[in-house]
């Protein structure tokens, strides 16, 4: 029985240490968000160029660091996905860039070759009237494979409640 | 002795000369379909020159630099080449149009050729990877260009129909992956010289129903066949008995008489 429970407690110890990098970061302001530039999946094999994890949240005025773990990728905001007032970025090919946001808002970006084939990504920075620019950038048009995966970001980032005007 | 001799070189070296001239005058395409329930994928591959020549594209639509593929334009993104690539090629779902819009092209050596036999394979393929930062450049007669296509239509219950805008140069095999689920599907269709490249992948189930009839088909010709042999002397004794009784001779027994 005890060696019953130790082995349960040391399974949900591995899932969750196993799954805390697949859930967005929650990080707070004074703390640097990290999002991987990567060719293939760290979990699932079957994906290649992503983003990990593809939806971030940060708090306002927090920097994220776009990591170039694997070659050939870039970071860079995907025109009408950001708010009005922030700025856009286009970070250099297998180089880090680190960004902040001050303002929140919903921020689509992607990698620029590999965009197409569905390396794309969500950053929700949270604050007052972070959804304004939501509608916009969910009517953007996305190519290829991107579509695809806009849709599964969308609808994943609001089972997370990301979406609702005061998630945490 | 010296007739033997004859043969052994006719068949150790002029045969596969002649098969290899014409395995080399033969072009080949190969081709993936990736059916979803939401979605549709499509992936091409073949010879640089045969790809350009076979969707009827002008080679300038490759960035080159001093006669090489200059992979330095490929960092924006290569949908467009493969927009290029489909313009004058129709793809059709039940005769509506497919939606297929290019997701990535991208061109690697010839001499190391990928492996494609997935979707999955085919998606690595056309990823913009490490031929960005490599030195390494070649012209485009060596490059085996990979391409794919994505459509938010469904066509897991479609026929597919492809009719790309020339006709085939020298003999062209195009291999056909039909992915869906469950599994896979795989036929090679064969265009002569001159022949119009005009094919239709038909929807799941259905191919395999069209050849439940050619299956039965093979076991009855086969069954016959067998049956035939077994039974041959026994028929043969019948038709001497036969010729004998009206000719009014007697029946001369056969040496494997029933």
Known sequence: MTQNTDRRKFLVATAAVTLLPALPSFAQSDEQAVVEMLTKHPTDSKLRNVFFPRITSVQAGQTVLFKATDRSHNSASIDGMIPDAAEEWDGRINEDVEVTFDVPGVYGYKCTPHAATGMVALIVVEGEGKLDNLEAAQGVRQRGRAKKVFEEIWEEAAELGLLEATST | MRKHGVFSWIIGVL???????????????????????????????????TLLALFDVDRAVIPMQDGVVDYSAFALGTWGIGDALLQNTRVTFDNAPSGFEAMSFML??????????????????????????????????????????????TSSASTIEVVLPSVSRTSLNISVVDYMQGGALTFVRRFEPGEPIRFVIPPPGNSFRLNIPLVLLALVSVFAAAWKINHRSFVEHCLRQLFAKHHGRKAQPTSCSE
């Open chain 2, 108 to 153: 690697h050596p010839s001499e190391d050729a990928l492996p494609l036999q997935t979707p999955f394979d085919a998606n690595m393929a056309i990823g913009i990877c490490s031929a960005l930062s490599s030195p390494e450049r070649y012209a485009l007669e060596e490059m085996t260009g990979y391409v794919g296509y994505f459509s938010d239509q």
């Open chain 2, 15 to 49: 045969l596969p000369l002649m098969f290899g001239v014409v395995a080399a005058r033969a072009d080949s395409l190969t081709i993936i379909l990736d059916r979803s329930t939401n979605s549709s994928e499509l992936y091409v591959a073949g010879p640089a020159e």
